[in-house]
């Protein structure tokens, strides 16, 4: 069994204002005390591209922040090959179903790029839970938003093709990240980790990214994916 290794203590005052737990969305319902509180106790860490936050079959003691970067959640499974979840952003809550659960990790998390991820003690959250309800709610909503979407994504694997599912991810990542003043999607995923997103092999998803390609859906230059026909996509991903 694996446990986490607490990542080393940083003064929240270090950390620059476009980075603060206040800033973050979900915490906007705390009162000032229990935001000090929350600065006070949490733990911050900075870990490089590509290195692992946490694994799969580990022990939480607290729940994690994305307040810089992209970070992969993903699951192993049984032939070793990767599923991902998702990319959590700045703002976004991970780790946090095995914490409430008591449970061992289900997922592993990796930095996608540079990231600054916020570690927040169990205690901590459980006294906010226990002392703030529009936290609480806030935070229930937020988990059965996540709960609805995983529903969506296994009818998906289920129901569509790997051409409806490729086309729906794109639009999930153009809607979640952006696009440039180039229609360029504002993150640079490979073909293998799109593959995984999906559900289907790099192969596949090769030719389907190739047939949108030449259908003039989209335009591919190394990682970057350019959308040129957004009501298509739509169309093909039937959503």
Known sequence: METIVQ??????????????LRDIHMFRKLSEAELLDLE???????????????????????????????????KIGGNGKQQILKF???????GYRSLLTHELACTSAKAYDDTLVCHVPYNTMLH????????????????????????????????????????????????????????????????????????????SLIRVMSEFRNENLLDLTGRKI?????????AIANI
């Open 88 to 94: 959590a952003q700045q703002g976004d809550l991970i």
């Open 128 to 203: 906010l839970f226990q002392q703030n309800w529009d936290f609480t709610h806030g935070m229930m909503k937020f988990m059965c938003k996540e709960l609805g979407e995983s529903n969506t994504f296994i009818t998906d694997i289920a129901q569509k093709t790997v051409r409806e599912r490729t086309a729906e991810m794109l639009l999930i990542l153009k809607d979640e990240f952006g696009l440039d003043n180039y229609n360029a999607l504002q993150i640079a995923v490979t073909r293998e980790d799109l593959a995984n997103m999906v559900g289907t092999v790099t192969e």
């Open 7 to 20: 990542p080393r203590r940083r003064v929240a005052s270090v950390i620059k204002d476009d980075s603060r």
């Open 40 to 74: 006070i106790n949490s733990v911050y860490k900075t870990f490089k591209k590509r290195s692992v936050i946490y694994r799969e079959g580990c022990r939480h003691a607290g729940l994690y922040i994305v307040l810089k970067g992209i970070v992969k959640i993903y």
């Open 226 to 234: 350019i959308f040129l026909d957004t009501k298509r996509l739509q």
